[in-house]
């Protein structure tokens, strides 16, 4: 943790050795966190006061003046925002929800894990039951599932696909070990593959 | 391995949901016989089952399940405000 890095020092080192190209881990950015409770209309009081026409709807994610903004539940929404940035994010939201609902300071609930490549939908797969298909998980999409055995909030953030992984803190090492299986597992198959291709490097083709 | 659409989230594997038991069950006017009944005895039929599910690593929504207990088909899912589901 001393260098800023909100991952142990064994993990780092854990996951820069499983990473490669077509899928890599990395530490996301540090984020504050809120949790927003709304009802009735303080929904849209909500969003009205962020500039947005509504909040996100069911596993969405949006870009708001506070930050990205995910659906938890029906009446559940948290927002991403800057480091040290809860306490003005909670001066905007408060005002608007009076005495439908409520917004409580949650940064430090969970750690962003970022990754990324072209892999990366094989890789979760490895050790999540989400239905990753581009066809229904689309940039901008986000839901709440598990790896392994653990809640999580995935964000898919853009088509490379970058994926951000919302993870409590205390299950970052176990998180980090079902990924680090998953990319070694991926990397392993793209090597063989290469190695079974006709056309590949000509060392590989000798017997 | 059973495929469950939760109504606000969508199709999604069992093992993001908890089970909850059998659904809907109407507290009776008051004497002894009808609580036994409703504490301790379950409908458990062959076949269309009412139960309540909750998709405990989702949204943590309390939904309402009809399942068939002989085929383990998901017959229907819906809210407990009996709205449309959002998905
Ligand atoms: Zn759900």
């Known amino acids: 943790m001393a260098d800023g890095s909100p991952l ?3 993990l780092g080192a854990l996951i820069s050795k499983a990473s490669f190209d077509d899928a890599r881990l990395t530490p996301g950015a540090r984020v504050d966190l809120l949790s927003v409770r709304a009802r009735r209309s303080a929904v849209q009081r909500v969003a009205t006061a962020l500039g947005q026409e509504s909040l ?11 930050g990205d903004c995910f659906w938890l539940r029906p009446d ?20 608007h929800l009076l005495d439908d609902g409520a917004v409580i300071d949650v940064s430090g609930s969970r750690i962003i894990l970022e990754l990324t490549g072209p892999r990366t939908r094989d890789v979760l797969s490895s050790c999540c039951p989400l239905d990753l298909d581009p066809s229904v998980f689309e940039p901008g999409r986000c839901a709440q599932s598990i ?55 000509p060392v590989r083709m000798l017997p | 391995m059973l495929l469950i659409t939760c109504p606000w989230c969508g199709a999604r594997e069992e093992t993001e949901f908890r089970h909850g038991g059998e659904g809907v069950r109407v507290p009776p006017d008051g004497d002894d016989p009808g609580w036994t009944r409703l504490l301790y005895y379950r409908e458990n039929p062959a076949g269309p089952y009412a139960e309540r599910w909750v998709h405990v690593h989702g949204c943590r929504q309390w939904f309402h399940v009809v399942r068939d207990t002989t085929t383990h088909q998901i017959l229907s899912t819906r809210r407990l405000d009996g709205q449309e589901g959002a998905a």
């Open chain 1, 147 to 201: 790896i392994g055995k653990v809640s999580v909030l995935l964000h898919l953030v853009d088509a490379t696909p970058r994926w951000h992984l919302f993870v409590p803190p205390s299950y970052v090492d176990y998180v980090v070990r079902w990924l680090a299986d998953g990319i070694e597992g991926a990397r392993a198959e793209q090597e063989n593959a290469l190695a079974t291709t006709p056309h590949s490097s």
């Open chain 1, 8 to 10: 142990a020092a064994h």
């Open chain 1, 56 to 66: 996100p709807p069911p596993n969405a994610c949006r870009a708001t003046i506070l």
């Open chain 1, 76 to 95: 559940e929404w948290l927002f991403a925002t800057v480091p040290g940035g809860a306490e003005a994010a909670m001066k905007t939201v408060e005002p």
